[in-house]
Each structure stands twice: as C-alpha cells, then as structure tokens.
C-alpha cells in the first residue's frame, strides 16, 4: 500500500491533527502488511505526516523531490527536520521534470504512483500550481482514494 501526502507547509498542528493522523497509519497497518509513504518532506504537513509514519516499523519512508536536493533546501524553513527525515528514508530521488512547474510535476507523480492520498488541506482550492487543492482535484480527476483531513491554516 503506497500513500502519499500532501498539504500545507503552514498547518496549525494541535493534538486532534495528530491523533487523526496517527489513527489513519493504525487502521492502514491493520490492513496491510507493507505501507509505503510518498512524502516531499516539505515544511508544515509533509514534515509531520512522515515523523508520525516513521513511529512505525512498517511504514517505509519515500521521498520524490521536485527539485535538486541543494535547490530544494533553499525553499525549506525547518532544514534540520529534513535532513532527519531524509535521512530516515528507506530511498530518495529527484523527479525528472515533465512539466514546466516542478511542485505541479510532484503533485501529479505522488497521485499516480499512490494506492490514497493523505490530503492534510483546508479544503479551498485556488490557482496555485502544484498546491495541496490542485493535487486533491487531479486525484479526484484521476479516481485515487482520497483521505481529508481539515487542516486550520496558520496564515489565513
């Protein structure tokens, strides 16, 4: 079973979030032997959902990233918790570009290469290319298995 997640880079994280985010890796374990999480281990819920995963042996951490690893850092604020992550990681690779926006180009590959999507999203869509609303709607578009979670938003 391979998830992907994505999200906000500036979610409120509070103890509901977590306890549904650590409900949804329990119920995904009892179901399945082998658990995959694709995660760009961006700030905000990347970061997160992949800590709470790693709590688990049998959770394998993959992390696609949109951009080289030195160009990729420079979008980061917590660069620490990355590394730590990253290295936490069962495999990690750059993404061929496919499309001319690098975040729409992971957004669209974390869809067709996962079995759900972890949408941790407030639930807005807008025009931002490659955001947490553009990858829900071409999962819807593309029929995956969408897990919501609403997520409050720090900036808004």
Excluded: C
């Amino acid at each position: 079973m391979t998830i992907a997640v994505t999200g906000h880079r500036d979610i409120v994280i509070d103890e509901n979030l977590i306890a549904q985010i650590d409900t949804f890796f329990m119920q995904m374990l009892e179901r399945y032997e082998k658990v995959t999480l694709m995660s760009a281990l961006a700030d905000g819920a990347d970061q997160l959902v992949a800590k709470r995963a790693l709590k688990h042996k049998d959770i394998y951490l993959e992390v696609p990233l949109p951009l080289p690893q030195e160009d990729y850092e420079k979008t980061l604020t917590d660069k620490s918790n990355f590394l730590k992550l990253l290295h936490e990681a069962t495999r990690s690779y750059v993404l061929p570009k496919v499309h001319t926006h690098s975040y729409k180009n992971l957004g669209y590959y974390l869809v067709q290469n996962a079995d759900i999507v972890l949408a941790l999203w407030d639930g807005t869509y807008n025009a931002e290319r490659g955001g947490t609303g553009d990858v829900v709607r071409y999962a819807k578009s593309q029929n995956t298995t969408i897990v919501h979670i609403l997520s409050k938003r720090s900036n808004y």
